[in-house]
């Protein structure tokens, strides 16, 4: 078993509850982790034995760009997609911080994770998006 990473990754988006913050955008980070079986990587030096890390930064970047009012709901999107493009991954993690929030008062970034295991993720998720 192991597990690929990005860490970190920034992005401009328009996510929030209010319009005002949907239409002003913020400055975002974005953690991903799939943890998966290497047993094939391990063993032989190819790209089909493990997930290209590029096509998960592919699925981050285009769930960024959809404006979205929940964090929690951003990194959801994400877990499904990942679990759909990616068979072989047996469970992910998503962090996502929004920096600057506006909550009244000082605060470096609010920051929601979700973690899913794909034998507790529902089969129907998965089914619904290659649909």
Do not use: W
């Amino acid at each position: 078993m192991g597990s690929i990473a990005l860490e970190q990754l920034e992005f401009f988006a328009y996510h929030g509850v209010s319009s005002e913050e949907r239409k002003i955008g913020n400055r975002y980070s974005v953690s991903l982790m799939v943890k998966m079986n290497f047993s094939g990587a391990k063993r032989e030096d190819s790209i089909i034995h493990t997930v290209d890390y590029e096509k998960l930064y592919r699925i981050v970047k285009s769930e960024m760009k959809i404006p979205t009012k929940l964090l929690e709901h951003l990194a959801y999107r994400m877990v499904r997609r990942v679990f759909v493009k990616f068979p072989e991954v047996s469970a992910v993690e998503v962090q996502v911080s929004k920096f600057n929030p506006p909550i009244g008062g000082t605060c470096h970034k609010a920051t929601v994770t979700i973690k899913e295991k794909r034998k507790n993720f529902l089969l129907t998720e998965v089914e619904s998006l290659n649909s």
